[in-house]
């Protein structure tokens, strides 16, 4: 092992959630929804992808964000024991006994089907929305089954809502839909119940898709909706999340040394390798390997050979030394790696890659 530098990161792994950057990405959404009235409804299922919900819902909430949206009940009663008071949907199908602690937490429910209506009507005092089936094919009733579904849930419904399947993709598909969309609102005057559809993207490119309510989850956390490609400071979206480690230690590798299991990498000429205590555990995932890159003092690194559990190996210079810090995901200097780059190295999108940072391993803090 070489270098001096002294060691004192703030642990192994950890992330940093920008909370202005959440806040400055609610206005930014809520500027381009299509009426002055229309509201925003925060995703922040799934732990908030990520970035915590509890600090980014009060972000947003903060930020004029007018409610808030979930996939489990648990994920729902964990933002009202943090004491937050703003609406909550829940968007999945529960079963009774997620039911009851969805009316324990002043929850609104999804109807997704004939039997889902009966047994949120089979539960007093539980606010429902409708989510219409208009050619995703996941969740939601058939068009056919609306006036059906509302009957049965009668003056509990409150909203309803339809899921855009292509809305970053397919310009044609996404008419469609809210053609089918439009033609079941139509055919059922709702009166007074809250009609909404937009994700990020049926925000960012298609006006005709806001209704009352905006959805958006990725975009939040200014992350681009197309997933692997896409730059979200061009839509005026700034990433939230930076993912940092350290350098660990310091070696030479001499020509025909190879690095970490397999020895998949080995080196052509002399060169220095850091170890960096962040690997699959952490959510840094495995088909990285031999493909990533990393920020170290200002530049980027090559990932050398495969991310173990526990720990991957970048390809330095000798300026590197033991306690420099890591960015995997973020800024440094002048330079920076996004979300979206390393999902199209590991072959996914950016929302698995901040949801799969793992909350037991990875440190959280907000600025
Ligand atoms: C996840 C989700 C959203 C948010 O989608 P993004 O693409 O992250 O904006 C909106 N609505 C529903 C029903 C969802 O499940």
């Not at 009060?58 to 409610?67: T, V």
């Not at 999804?110 to 009507?121: D, E, N």
């Not at 044609?172 to 559809?197: I, K, M, S, W, Y």
């Amino acid at each position: 092992m070489i270098g001096q530098g002294i060691p004192e990161p703030p642990s192994r792994t950890w992330a940093e959630v920008d909370l202005g950057a959440i806040r400055h990405n609610v206005r930014a959404l809520k500027r381009r929804a299509n009426g002055s009235g229309t509201r925003l409804m925060a995703v922040v299922k799934a732990d908030a992808y990520g970035h915590g919900a509890v600090p980014t819902a009060r972000a947003a909430l903060e930020a004029g964000a007018d409610s808030l949206a979930v996939v489990t009940a648990e994920e729902g009663a964990e933002l009202r024991n943090a004491g937050i008071n703003a609406p909550i949907l829940v968007f999945t199908d529960l079963l009774p006994g997620t039911l009851t602690l969805a009316k324990e937490n002043r929850l609104q429910v999804t109807a997704h089907s004939i039997p889902s209506a009966k047994r949120i009507a089979a539960q007093p005092g539980l606010e429902a929305h409708l989510k219409v089936n208009t050619g995703m094919n996941r969740w939601g009733v058939e068009p056919n089954e609306v006036g059906e579904a509302r009957k049965i849930l009668g003056d509990r419904m409150i909203g309803v809502y339809t899921h855009l399947a292509s809305a970053d993709s397919d310009k044609q598909v996404t008419h469609r839909q809210l053609h089918a969309f439009d033609e079941v609102l139509a055919a059922h005057p709702f009166g007074g119940v809250l009609v909404h559809a937009a994700n990020s993207a049926g925000t960012l490119w298609h006006p005709s898709s806001h209704y009352d309510c905006i959805r958006p989850g990725v975009a939040l956390y200014g992350l681009h909706p197309a997933g692997d490609e896409g730059d979200p400071e061009r839509e005026d979206l700034r990433p939230a999340l930076s993912l940092k480690s350290y350098v660990a230690g310091v070696r030479r590798l001499s020509p025909g040394e190879g690095v970490s299991y397999g020895l998949t990498f080995r080196a052509g000429e002399p060169m220095y390798a850091a170890t960096v205590p962040v690997g699959y555990a952490e959510g840094y995932r495995r088909s990285l390997s031999n493909r990533a890159a990393a920020l170290v003092r200002g530049e980027r690194r090559p990932l050398l050979g495969r991310v173990t559990m526990d720990a991957c190996i970048f390809g330095v210079d000798k300026i590197v030394e033991v306690g420099d810090e890591v960015v995997l995901i973020g800024k440094q200097g002048a330079e920076s790696v996004r979300a979206e780059e390393v999902g199209g190295w590991a072959g996914t999108i950016n929302y698995e890659v901040t949801t799969g940072i793992q909350g037991r391993r990875v440190e959280r803090s907000y600025t």
